[in-house]
């Protein structure tokens, strides 16, 4: 034996490789998804009962279901940065939210509305208005 890998070897290792990584990114996603769900939720519920975003994109609004952006921290405590797509008949645009968790309950500290090439965004929840502190 000259201690060379067989090729048989370096496909059943790629494999193994491939399929660890696509099983955690599986498990971070998952549990991102869970983290962020409750202040995505407030963010839509939010976005949906403003005559702001419903005049820039008509009616009705649908919000994708996946957001995009971080979580700090876990769902006692942590801050959760993420943007959300929303499309309605006269266009597209972002949700861009600013959420704090304390002791499990979620605080909105900043929503943002910005529609697809506008040049300006609509403050939906004003983070000076809140008592959020940033990290």
């Given at each position: ?32 998804e ?38 700090v921290?876990?769902?006692t ?42 040049t ?16």
């Amino acid at each position: 034996m000259s201690g060379k890998v067989s090729r048989r070897g370096r496909s059943e290792l790629i494999i193994v490789l491939v399929t660890l990584a696509l099983t955690l990114g599986g498990f971070w996603f998952v549990r991102f998804e869970s983290l962020v769900d409750k202040p995505a939720a407030m963010a839509v519920a939010l976005a949906e009962t403003s005559p702001l975003v419903r005049s820039a994109l008509g009616e009705p609004l649908q919000f994708s279901r996946f957001p995009n952006g971080r979580m700090v921290g876990n769902d006692t405590g942590g801050t959760a940065d993420i943007e959300i797509e929303v499309t309605g008949p006269l266009g597209k645009g972002i949700l861009a939210e600013w959420a704090q968790v304390s002791d499990g309950k979620w605080q909105v500290c900043s929503l943002v509305f910005r529609r697809k090439g506008a040049t300006q965004h609509l403050v939906l929840v004003d983070e000076e208005l809140t008592h959020c502190e940033r990290e």
